[in-house]
């Protein structure tokens, strides 16, 4: 995936993975890196499946 579709990421804090939205808050927390990058990865994907293909295809329907 591309920088810009990876919003959602990993960070590890005291030991313990944190999921981390856009904004930085925690979505959750794993206890190991694997779980972590296995759920944002399916974050990042519905996202780019529901929301941001949701969009695009709402304003092109607009636009017609």
């Known amino acids: ?3 810009e579709s990876q919003l959602f990421h990993v960070a590890e ?3 313990k993975f944190e ?10 927390t794993c206890r ?6 296995h759920y944002a ?3 990042n994907k ?3 499946h529901g929301y941001k293909d949701g969009y695009h ?4 329907v ?3």
């Open 1 to 3: 995936m591309s920088e």
């Open 13 to 15: 804090e005291s030991g």
């Open 19 to 28: 999921v981390l939205d856009p904004s930085g808050r925690s979505i959750l």
């Open 32 to 37: 190991d890196a694997a779980s972590a990058n």
């Open 41 to 43: 990865v399916l974050l």
């Open 46 to 48: 519905a996202y780019k």
């Open 57 to 60: 295809a709402a304003k092109s």
């Open 62 to 64: 607009d636009d017609s």
